[in-house]
């Protein structure tokens, strides 16, 4: 069974850094698109970024040039870097997995933002 675990949430002052961590386990995910998206209190989830197997990121406009995308595929780990975090930004923080027969999601890990 494949699962997602994210770490590396947790408080952080407006304008810090944290670097989100995603282990998967039960699968090797190389040649899987993975992403990271958001939710916060009351608001949809919302896409953050994503990576292609070959390293290609793409990046929701609110974050670009802040967050950086990566992956190391022989830990099956991926990994965002979230620089210069904003007040408005605290959300569970979650990772996922694109397949061709559907999602694997995390469980989130928290970010909360103090301004």
């Known amino acids: 069974q494949v699962h997602l675990v994210e770490s590396g949430g947790g408080l952080v002052q407006a304008g810090g850094s944290l670097r989100l961590s995603c282990s998967v386990s039960g699968t090797m995910f190389s040649s899987n698109t993975m992403g990271w998206y958001r939710q916060a209190r009351c608001k949809e989830r919302e896409l953050v970024a994503d990576i292609t197997s070959g390293g290609s990121t793409n990046y929701a406009d609110s974050v670009k040039g802040r967050f950086t995308f990566s992956r190391d595929n022989f830990k099956n780990k991926v990994y965002l870097q979230m620089n210069s975090l904003k007040s408005e930004e605290p959300a569970v923080y979650y990772c996922?997995?694109?397949?061709?027969?559907?999602?694997?999601w995390g469980q989130g890990t928290q970010v909360t933002v103090s301004s």
């Open positions: 996922v997995r694109y397949t061709p027969s559907g999602t694997n």
